[in-house]
T-cell receptor, first 113, second 112 residues
Framework: NAGVTQTPKFQVLKTGQSMTLQCAQD?????MSWYRQDPGMGLRLIHY???????DQGEVPNGYNVSRSTTEDFPLRLLSAAPSQTSVYFC????????????FGEGSWLTVV | TQLLEQSPQFLSIQEGENLTVYCNSS?????LQWYRQEPGEGPVLLVT?????EVKKLKRLTFQFGDARKDSSLHITAAQPGDTGLYLC????????????FGKGTKLSVKP
């Protein structure tokens, strides 16, 4: 049972570098999202998608891009990494509709130096 | 912008004690979920409450949804060290996107 798979688990970037966090789910969920988790801030929504070809911004989208070419994959791109983007990133997916369980990946720890 | 206030932020108790975590909003939820997160892992769903006044029990954990669907509580009876972790509430305000708003979490430490 793969569920939601995120890679890489850990990454160190230099300021200004770009990178992509990969996310894949095998549950045929329409809805996928990326959150960042910082101490004392809880989980904050970066971008989300309600289906292939459809993406939208969440609460903290600046500095990040996403695309959804397939139902299964939802990569998150950091265009020019900044120290403020040091965080733990979680990809999640769920079926659309109220009350449905959201499934999280195991997280990607990103440090920008 | 909907806000979800969760309290307390930190809780350190002895094994066997009881505790309650609160989650409050000025807006009405269509549903509310409680998650538990262990270090190095993603949050895992504990329960979803949908109906105002609803009470759900999961072993020693009791979840309550307020009558007006603006607040919720998690009560743990006779806490054990295995209950240690970060507890998160997340509200679904019924938007078409299905986005959840998360509280900032309660970090619980249960000492033996």
């Amino acid at each position: 049972n793969a569920g939601v798979t995120q890679t890489p688990k850990f990454q160190v970037l230099k300021t200004g570098q770009s990178m992509t966090l990969q996310c894949a789910q095998d549950m045929n969920h329409e809805y996928m999202s990326w959150y960042r988790q910082d101490p004392g801030m809880g989980l904050r929504l970066i971008h989300y998608s309600v289906g292939a070809g459809i993406t939208d911004q969440g609460e903290v989208p600046n500095g990040y891009n996403v695309s959804r070419s397939t139902t299964e994959d939802f990569p998150l791109r950091l265009l020019s990494a900044a120290p403020s983007q040091t965080s733990v990133y979680f990809c999640a997916s769920r079926l659309r509709g109220p009350g449905n369980t959201i499934y999280f990946g195991e997280g990607s720890w990103l440090t920008v130096v | 912008t909907q806000l979800l206030e969760q309290s307390p932020q930190f809780l350190s108790i002895q094994e066997g004690e009881n505790l309650t975590v609160y989650c409050n909003s000025s807006s009405v939820f269509s549903s509310l979920q409680w998650y538990r997160q262990e270090p190095g892992e993603g949050p895992v769903l504990l329960v979803t409450v949908v109906t105002g006044g609803e009470v759900k029990k999961l072993k020693r954990l009791t979840f309550q949804f307020g009558d007006a669907r603006k607040d919720s509580s998690l009560h743990i009876t006779a806490a054990q060290p295995g209950d240690t972790g970060l507890y998160l509430c997340a509200g679904d305000y019924g938007g078409s996107q299905g986005n959840l708003i998360f509280g900032k979490g309660t970090k619980l430490s249960v000492k033996p």
